[in-house]
């Protein structure tokens, strides 16, 4: 079992709809990442968070909102999405931001598909 | 341009053999590389690292080696298992703090 879970698995929304994706750790982990992957392609990333803090944005379309609201939780806000956003949205942890030294722990991902 | 280069996007091997993984990469800046295993619908699964100051790392069936002057590492599995069939990604990354930057995978197949 995964120490990242991920909540919903799968979700299909219209391109007018707000929702969120939700991911909890309890490693006590300081970093949190949001990453997307699309088929045979590798997870590109979205957002790092650090110590609860945006310190990374890969100059990601605002219709993609993260949030922190603690050091266990990272959410992600979906509103007026895109067909071509359709993917797996990974959530990951690490202990900290050391890029290659602290490795990530992955979730088993949210398969979004925007109708 | 891809900073981190997996050339072979797929690999077949049998049972007991070896099986070996390549992974290229651009940027001298990068002084951590990892492999990843990920089954389908799953996440990825962290697998073993190496830090650019050695040049071998062991753990179990799995040795990453790394080349430094030719900016190249190789994932070693002796004996492969069927159950190693996955797709595995080569990442690589820096002490400084910056993410990890993750190759485009390749697709390991062991036939019993």
């Known amino acids: 079992d995964t120490e990242v879970t991920q909540t919903p698995k799968h979700l299909v929304m219209g391109m007018t709809n707000k929702k969120s994706l939700k991911c909890e750790q309890h490693?006590?982990?300081?970093?949190m990442y949001w990453y997307k992957q699309k088929a045979k392609k590798p997870p590109e990333l979205m957002f790092v968070y650090s110590y609860e803090k945006l310190s990374i944005n890969e100059s990601v379309p605002s219709r993609f909102s993260p949030e922190c609201p603690n050091s266990s939780l990272l959410n992600l806000h979906l509103h007026a999405l895109q067909p071509e956003d359709s993917a797996l949205y990974l959530c990951?942890?690490?202990?900290?931001?050391?890029?290659?030294?602290?490795?990530?722990?992955f979730g088993n991902g949210t398969r979004l598909t925007v109708t | 341009d891809q900073q981190v280069k997996q050339n072979s996007p797929s690999l077949s091997v049998q049972e007991g053999r070896i099986s070996i993984l390549n992974c290229d990469y651009t940027?001298?800046?990068?002084?951590?590389f990892l492999w990843y295993k990920k089954y389908p619908a799953e996440g990825p699964t962290f697998l073993i690292s190496?830090?650019?100051?050695?040049d071998k790392n062991e753990d179990g069936r799995f040795t990453v080696f790394l080349n430094k002057s030719a900016k190249h590492l190789s994932l070693h599995i002796v004996p492969s298992q069927p159950g190693d069939s996955a797709v595995y990604f080569c990442?690589?990354?820096?002490?400084?703090?910056?993410?990890?930057?993750f190759g485009k995978g390749t697709t390991l197949s062991v036939s019993s």
């Open positions: 990951a942890s690490s202990q900290y931001t050391g890029g290659g030294s602290s490795p990530l722990h």
């Open positions: 490693m006590g982990h300081r970093a």
């Open positions: 940027n001298s800046m990068f002084d951590y």
């Open positions: 190496i830090s650019s100051i050695k």
């Open positions: 990442a690589a990354g820096n002490q400084a703090g910056t993410a990890l930057i």
